[in-house]
């Protein structure tokens, strides 16, 4: 689940190991570059932390947020 | 299965579109740095084709090359 | 330069290493899923070859393939 | 330069943007799983901040994150 908090939309994400997280964070890579919308995004070893908020709306929570966090998700499915 | 054909071991992958491709390319880049043993690979779409022999013995299949088959296979375990 | 043979846009590209190859591929990744318009490619070690055309326009050389062309053309400058 | 603060060796990376950004981190990464030694980092679009630390030794600075920290310069030059 996606939380809203502090005017961020946020998730922790956890992987077997770097090489899982990181083969993740280039799929969110390529979907945020497809939407030109960019996460604050934190990792170590298998762990990745995402932060989403629109800068151009005053740093709050928007539908673009609300769309990318809705495709990372898709990524995660089998 | 890998198959070995022409001094070669080769496989080919296919995956529900290209983000998904990609991220295991990823992930078989970063094996392949490891072991500094480097594929011929091929993509396009959905599909990678990956062909593995090693220069240094005559470009003929040797156990690095099973070594490397062996690590892109447990990429793929869920 | 990109040429042009059987309705392929073609071009050879070398890098330093693996490493410099693979982090090129990752930013050509990024703009072939920013257009759905993905390259039929290849690598080995220092070595990525790219190969465009459109399937939707019966796997001839369109402007979509001179547009990818470009963007990665653009990828190389400083 | 490499500053080194709180137990950590820490700095910033500035690139044109975010397709720049992310290949670095693709280099990163493999030198990251080369050395089995995983940083903390964080990205938005254009930057990245690295925080190197030796889990095993206390998490305090050791050679290790100075092993990494010289890869990563490596990986700058042109």
């Given at each position: 689940m996606w939380e809203e908090?502090?005017?961020k939309l946020y998730k922790k994400f956890q992987f077997k190991n770097f090489s899982e997280a990181f083969a993740f964070m280039t799929r969110v890579a390529i979907?945020?570059?497809k939407m030109d919308h960019?996460?604050?995004w934190t990792n170590v070893?298998?762990?990745v932390e995402i932060w989403l908020s629109t800068h151009?709306?005053?740093d709050i929570?928007?539908?673009k947020d609300r769309k990318?966090?809705?495709k990372i998700e898709k990524?995660?499915?089998p």
């Open positions: 908090k502090n005017n979907e945020a570059e960019h996460p604050l070893w298998n762990t151009d709306a005053g929570v928007t539908d990318l966090a809705d990524l995660m499915e």
